[in-house]
């Protein structure tokens, strides 16, 4: 069963490093997303991206946040400048037009 | 905007027994909705959905979902649970299907006692 997949599973930086967290959604799917989970807390919505572009976004998702689909099957969300209070999972999804199928996530620690 | 409401933040519950989860969501319009689980260090996985139709809805693992618009609620029921039902349990629902990101609840935390 294809599933959706995210690489690193963990990574730790330096507060105002860059970091990029890449995912490889599930093939013919067409809506790509990330959510955030701070350590006890919900799952929170970041971004979702159709057809090449943002299609939605909260109001986490600020100028240090960006997304890119750089090939037919990567999705990258990329942090400028990262912030202690960056630290989180962070999940990707994708989804055919329904249901979001979610990766495992990649636990990012700043330092 | 729409939003989730899980009351229940931890339930506990004999190995065997029934289950109900709440779930209780806001939003102006015919919502659809979502019950996902998390296993300890792992990602979210859906277990059942409610786009319309047929009110209650079987989902995987023995779980369903009785959709009641009257009361804005979405509760995930199970007639026997095991102890790997053990678990974080999110709702969640979003404003179209698929186009938009999901707003989930806080979560409730399921024990299974022996």
């Known amino acids: 069963e294809p599933e959706v997949t995210q690489t690193p599973s963990h990574q730790v930086t330096q507060m105002g490093q860059e970091v990029i967290l890449r995912c490889v959604p599930i093939?013919?799917?067409?809506?790509f997303y990330w959510y955030r989970q701070i350590l006890g807390q919900k799952v929170e919505f970041l971004v979702s991206?159709?057809?090449?572009?943002?299609?939605?976004k909260s109001e986490i998702f600020d100028d240090q946040f960006s997304v890119e689909r750089p090939d037919g099957s990567n999705f990258t969300l990329k942090i400028r400048s990262t912030k202690l209070e960056d630290s989180a999972m962070y999940f990707c999804?994708?989804?055919?037009?329904?249901?979001?199928?979610f990766g495992p996530g990649t636990r990012l620690t700043v330092l | 905007a729409q939003s989730v409401t899980q009351p229940d933040i931890h339930i506990t519950v004999s190995e065997g027994a029934s289950l109900e989860l709440r779930c209780n969501y806001s939003?102006?319009?015919?919502?659809?909705l979502f019950w996902y689980v998390q296993s300890p260090g792992q990602g979210l996985q859906l277990l059942l959905k409610y786009f319309s139709g047929d009110t209650l809805v079987q989902g995987i693992k023995g779980f369903e979902a009785e959709f009641k618009r009257s009361q804005s609620s979405f509760n995930l029921r199970k007639p026997s649970v095991h102890w790997s039902d053990a678990a974080e349990y999110f709702c969640?629902?979003?404003?179209?299907?698929?186009?938009?990101?999901?707003?989930f609840g806080k979560g409730t935390h399921l024990i299974i006692q022996p």
């Open positions: 969640a629902v979003s404003k179209e299907r698929g186009a938009d990101g999901l707003t």
């Open positions: 991206f159709y057809n090449n572009e943002i299609s939605e």
């Open positions: 939003y102006g319009a015919t919502p659809y």
């Open positions: 093939s013919n799917h067409l809506y």
């Open positions: 999804a994708s989804s055919p037009i329904r249901e979001q199928f």
